[in-house]
Each structure stands twice: as structure tokens, then as C-alpha cells.
């Protein structure tokens, strides 16, 4: 009693197609994820340029921030700032900016931490931590003020960055400045 019937040939074709199809199906699965690598590697620049972005906005704020104080309290207070023909003694109060108080007479970038001037010009250097409760960026701002003959030229350099200023190893730190002459 016989319960099959196949030939020969039959069995012959039956194993060719099915490595055949055995391949194309590596195939297929490799393309496709080839091309899904690919997407997610595009994906993955993408958020980093986002992010890198968003940054540097956020520098540029911090900066913005710190030359408005130092223009508002050039142009509303006397004195604030240290001039060349100061004799040390600069406003009795504190300006305050972004929520917080701040001596210019105590902050400067020379290394023995007073406002410095000679016979031609003054320089005044303070930073604000933005927001001053829960500091997440830094503004330095520094002010120059020079005698031309009596006129008084004022230069404002403030430089944001997108963290706390006493964090400068932060490998992602963005520094962003503007600068205002007048």
C-alpha cells in the first residue's frame, strides 16, 4: 500500500525554492534594517542640534540680561559704575538686577577683587546668577568707562552662559555675548 506519491523531481524543486526563499527573507530583514539605523542615527543629530540650540538661546538670554541691568542702572543711577575721574567712591546703594543685589565696588577682574581705574579709564566687572534662587545661568558683566577729552565713552561687555558661573568645566557650556558702546 502505497500513501504517498512524489516523484523525484518534485522533491528537487520543493528544497530549491525553499532556500531561495530563505534568502530573500535575509535580504529583506537586512535592508530594512539598514534603513532603520539610518533613521535613528538622523533622529539622534537631530536632538542633539535641538538641544544645542536651545542652549545657546538660553546663553544669549543670560546675556541679554546682564547688559540690560548694566544700561538701566548706567543710565538711572550716579555713580553705579567707576569712572576714570572717580575718587573711589562710587553710589552708597546696591543696584539689583534679576532678584538679586550685587556691590560693583567689591567685583572686578583684576585679581585683587576692587574696582580698578587709572587716569584713562575704569573698569567695573559684576555677575548675576539668573534666577537667583535656583541658579541656572550666568551672566559676567563687565562696564569700561573712558575719558576722551571729557567726554565719557561707556562700553558694556556681558557674556551668558547656559550654566551656573561657578560651573566652567561643563563640556556642553554655551557662551554667548553682546556688547553695547555708547
Same mark, same amino acid.
Given at each position: ?5 512524489? %516523484? ?16 530573500? &527573507? ?26 544645542? !540650540? ?8 543670560? &546675556? ?29 546703594? %546696591?543696584?539689583?538686577? &534679576? !532678584? ?9 577682574? %583684576?585679581?585683587? !577683587? ?33 575719558? %576722551?577729552? !571729557? ?32
Amino acid at each position: 500500500m502505497k500513501l504517498f506519491n512524489y %516523484n523525484k523531481k518534485t522533491v528537487e524543486k520543493t528544497e530549491k525554492q525553499s532556500g531561495f526563499a530563505m534568502l530573500f &527573507a535575509v535580504l529583506v530583514s537586512s535592508v530594512l534594517l539598514s534603513i532603520g539605523l539610518s533613521i535613528f542615527n538622523l533622529t539622534v543629530k537631530e536632538l542633539i542640534l535641538s538641544s544645542s !540650540g536651545r542652549e545657546s538661546q538660553f546663553s544669549f538670554y543670560a &546675556a541679554d540680561t546682564g547688559a540690560e541691568c548694566a544700561l538701566y542702572w548706567d543710565f538711572k543711577g550716579s555713580y553705579v559704575f567707576a569712572t576714570s575721574s572717580d575718587s573711589g567712591a562710587l553710589t552708597q546703594s %546696591n543696584p539689583d538686577c &534679576a !532678584g538679586q543685589s550685587f556691590d560693583v565696588r567689591s567685583l572686578d577682574v %583684576n585679581s585683587n !577683587g576692587h574696582v580698578s581705574w587709572n587716569s584713562s579709564s575704569a573698569v567695573t566687572t559684576f555677575y548675576l546668577n539668573i534666577p537667583a534662587t535656583e541658579t541656572k545661568f550666568c551672566s559676567i558683566v563687565t562696564v569700561s568707562k573712558s575719558d %576722551n577729552g !571729557g567726554i565719557i565713552s561707556t562700553t558694556i561687555d556681558s557674556r551668558g552662559y547656559n550654566t551656573p558661573c561657578i560651573v566652567t568645566t561643563d563640556p556642553n557650556r554655551v557662551e554667548r555675548a553682546l556688547k553695547v558702546t555708547y
